[in-house]
């Protein structure tokens, strides 16, 4: 997977971080939350998986950095 690959994965992460705090209200939770993901980020989500297995990663920090300044935030 390259570059571009990870970088999608994080934008989808950093996405799904900011809605889980709407989601996590005691009325919102219920069974398993991978049965309402999207495909696409059940795809991304085992594509990284895999790439993690096989040494393909970048140290968090990285990722954050290169999103904050996709979203230019300091």
Avoid: Y
């Amino acid at each position: 997977m390259k570059k571009g690959a990870f970088l999608v994965f994080g934008i989808v992460i950093f996405i799904l971080m900011k809605n889980e705090e709407e989601k996590n209200t005691p009325q919102n939770i219920s069974g398993d939350f991978w049965d309402e993901l999207p495909n696409l980020v059940k795809q991304l989500i085992d594509e990284s998986i895999e790439q993690s297995i096989k040494g393909n990663v970048r140290p968090h920090e990285e990722v954050i950095a290169e999103l904050k300044k996709m979203d230019n935030i300091a």
